[in-house]
């Protein structure tokens, strides 16, 4: 079974500063998707940013970045520029490839930036 | 159209009443999803259709029951409810469950069970 862990439940940081959001996965698939989502107080889920395992290179969407790390399952978010709009729950999701994908989330993190 | 569009936002719901939530999609997405989202805790998945049939179901209780009438739209009618059962329940789409570009996601409904 796949697990999604994230470390830190609430995290601060003071508007545009850098802001780095960690998760661990652990799976034995080799074909598998990981994701950023964000759920403001509106309650909506937004995809934040996508990155394909087989993929080395590290996807960006403006001012956010991920550190993919597979060897070591690791998937952080880098949030530049950080702004009062980003405050929300962050969460690390996964999801198998294939037929009857499914996402798995991680526990989330809190964001709060700070004016 | 990029939204998936969930009404009625909020709702209170006696232990005995029968009550429907509803989600649509026009974006042409073959897959449909319905989550679960307890306070500060991450969705969990309840159902998944694909190409307007059940393909998963979390082991649901039968309370919760799911309707796909076509492929743009998404209920799931609620009866006899617990308490415990109040939660936001979050539809999601996706363009078919073999790709995977993640999902979009509604507003959700926010259910009250008194």
């Known amino acids: 079974a796949q697990t999604v862990t994230q470390s830190q439940p609430e995290m601060s940081v003071q508007e545009a500063e850098t802001v780095t959001l960690s998760c661990t996965y652990d799976?034995?698939?080799?074909?598998?998707?990981l994701f950023w989502y964000k759920q403001p107080p509106s309650r909506q889920m937004i995809l934040v940013i996508r990155?394909?395992?087989?993929?080395?290179q590290n996807a960006t969407e403006n001012r956010f970045s991920v550190n993919f790390q597979k060897a070591a399952k690791s998937f952080s978010l880098k949030i530049s520029d950080s702004q009062l709009g980003d405050t929300a729950m962050y969460f690390c999701?996964?999801?198998?490839?294939?037929?009857?994908?499914?996402?798995?989330f991680g526990t989330g993190t809190l964001l709060a930036v700070q004016p | 159209d990029t939204e998936v569009t969930q009404t009625p936002k909020h709702l209170v719901m006696g232990m005995t009443n029968k009550k429907s939530l509803k989600c649509e999609q026009h974006?042409?997405?073959?897959?449909m999803y319905w989550y679960k989202q307890k306070a500060k805790k991450p969705p969990e998945l309840m159902f998944v259709?694909?190409?307007?049939?059940?393909?998963i179901n979390e082991s649901v209780p039968s309370r919760f029951s799911p309707e796909c009438p076509n492929s743009s739209l998404l209920n799931l009618h609620l009866h006899a409810l617990q308490p415990e059962d109040s939660a936001l329940y979050l539809c999601?789409?996706?363009?078919?469950?073999?790709?995977?570009?993640?999902?979009?996601f509604g507003s959700g409904t926010r259910l009250t069970v008194v």
């Open positions: 259709y694909s190409y307007e049939k059940l393909s």
């Open positions: 990155q394909e395992a087989y993929k080395q």
């Open positions: 974006m042409g997405h073959r897959a």
């Open positions: 999701a996964f999801m198998r490839g294939g037929a009857t994908n499914k996402l798995i």
């Open positions: 799976t034995s698939e080799s074909n598998y998707y």
């Open positions: 999601a789409s996706s363009q078919d469950t073999q790709i995977n570009y993640g999902y979009t």
